[in-house]
């Protein structure tokens, strides 16, 4: 079944098309969407970079890629010719004034024109200069810019500010994928769509929300970005705070850009300050050669690969419900999963020894997407009134069918919702700059109070004092499988 929405003819340009995330993600990504039947037939990428290198060249680079990282390049060569068809490159100095005039060239009017920002933030503002003084970009041309977008409030601001020299808020799309993700979205779908949930989504009823994001992968390769990175900039500012965000906003009037947004922005500007000894800072630690500081620049490095964190969302619906955050890397499982614990019923007709336990909703978020509800039931048997708990556990995938839509990969969402003209899963300039208020100083008090991260055995569920974090408020994670 194919219920591909047609775009609009548009000319993609991708700066640093040579690169990982061009070659692993957006590539990928829009080969997923031809592949659907997606994209038009005049629709053009154009691959630039630095690279001395003809169309051919990059269009090999390409094929290549997508064998590698592709699942649909299974197709057929047929299939990724199709593709490459589609494709283009230019030799740009994002610095320097070789290559724009060309670029320019191979633009089109009356088509939809985007440029993605897949560079070091460090090119960010030459390139948006450029785009605009060399007439590259007009006031309908959109521009896509990655993560990480600044490293503190001051960068970010820093950052905003120079692209409204060049481009309205309206044209830039400040990528998070975890918004992409279809589970991500399917929060709202599941809040806000019917009708059981809702009526109990406050502290009245909810004793408190976990939020855990947990990889088996270490830093391996990136080490030089992540160790002046962090997974507090990493993970945090970003993905778990958009998570946060879903979960404890008031309902948007409607699905739209600004009506999200605004509700988005109002949690983060809710959020209390972080007490030092509610944030735990991990480190992984492993065999020979396996620990986090074998692959940072500094082997002394105190960057942490696990942060776990209790925080407080000031406001007439969550007060009293903490939000317990963790994240990290080498961890048990690869597992990314939202846990509503619920309040015990007021009173038990049953007597408090007829077991049963609190209900909890559990949304996972990848891999395995799905949600389960813990509900308690009497449990069978001739011996009087006992309670058990048991999960009404559903994997979307099964319960939609053999039939339903294969989920797209967060990027093919994210792009074309680019081409569409969509903001609603992108981040505004004030959202970012707001969750850079509210982790900047945690950061600033692990860099004054030289706070080094606990080490943790790679493997497990994180340092103790993360599980300490919860047991001294008598409540427990619910394990990493
Ligand atoms: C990225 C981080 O934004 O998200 C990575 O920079 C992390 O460190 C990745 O591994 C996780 O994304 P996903 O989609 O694999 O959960």
Not at 88 to 111: F, H, I, M, P, S
Not at 265 to 280: C, G, Q
Not at 286 to 306: I, K
């Amino acid at each position: 079944v194919s219920r591909v929405i047609p775009v609009d003819t548009f000319d993609l340009v991708i700066f640093g098309g040579t690169g990982d995330l061009a070659r692993r993600k957006i590539l990928p990504g829009l080969f997923r969407r031809f592949a659907a039947g997606q994209m038009p037939e005049a629709a053009q990428v154009i691959g630039a970079a630095r690279s001395d290198m003809d169309v051919t060249e990059y269009r090999s680079m390409i094929r290549d890629a997508l064998k590698e990282f592709s699942d649909k390049a299974e197709q057929g060569d047929d299939v990724i010719d199709g593709f490459l068809e589609h494709i283009d490159y230019a030799q740009v100095d994002a610095q320097g004034d070789d290559g724009w005039d060309a670029l320019r060239e191979k633009l089109r009017d009356g088509v939809v024109r985007a440029f993605y920002f897949s560079v070091a933030p460090f090119l960010f503002g030459d390139i948006a200069e450029r785009l605009k003084t060399r007439g590259l970009s007009d006031d309908q041309s959109r521009i896509v810019v990655e993560k990480p977008f600044g490293r503190d409030l001051e960068t970010a601001r820093s950052l905003n500010r120079t692209l409204a020299t060049f481009f309205d808020e309206g044209q830039i799309y400040r990528i998070d994928h975890y918004l992409g993700k279809e589970t991500v979205q399917n929060l709202m779908a599941v809040r806000f769509g019917n009708i059981l949930f809702e009526p109990l989504w406050n502290s009245q009823f909810i004793d408190h929300v976990q939020i855990t994001v947990a990889e088996t992968v270490g830093v391996g390769g990136r080490g030089s970005y992540y160790d002046k990175s962090g997974a507090m900039r990493d993970m945090v500012q970003n993905h778990l705070m958009q998570l946060l965000c879903l979960i404890a906003m008031e309902p948007p009037a409607r699905f739209e850009p600004d009506a999200v947004r605004d509700e988005k922005l109002k949690v983060i500007r809710a959020l209390e300050p972080v007490a030092p000894n509610e944030v735990v800072r991990g480190q992984y630690e492993g065999a020979e050669g396996e620990n986090y500081v074998d692959h940072a620049e500094d082997p002394r490095s105190t960057t942490e690969s696990f942060v776990a964190m209790k925080v407080q969302v000031a406001n007439w619906r969550w007060q009293g419900t903490p939000f317990y955050l963790r994240t990290g890397k080498k961890l048990r499982s690869r597992v990314s999963e939202i846990v509503v614990r619920f309040r015990e019923p007021p009173h038990s007709i049953f007597g408090k020894d007829a077991g049963g336990r609190a209900n909890e909703l559990a949304i996972r978020l990848q891999p395995d997407e799905g949600m389960d509800l813990r509900v308690t039931i009497k449990e069978p048997g001739p011996g009087g009134m006992r309670l058990v708990d048991v999960p009404l556990d559903m994997t979307f995938a099964e319960a939609l069918g053999p039939d339903a839509e294969e989920v797209p990969d967060a990027y093919e969402r994210l792009i074309m919702d680019v081409i569409r003209g969509n903001q609603t899963l992108f981040m505004r300039g004030d959202e970012v700059e707001a969750a850079w208020a509210w982790t900047d100083p945690i950061i600033a008090n692990w860099e004054e109070a030289k706070v080094r991260p606990a080490k943790y055995d790679s493997g497990t569920s994180g340092p103790e004092a993360s599980l300490e974090l919860l047991h001294r408020d008598g409540r427990r994670w619910r394990d990493i499988r």
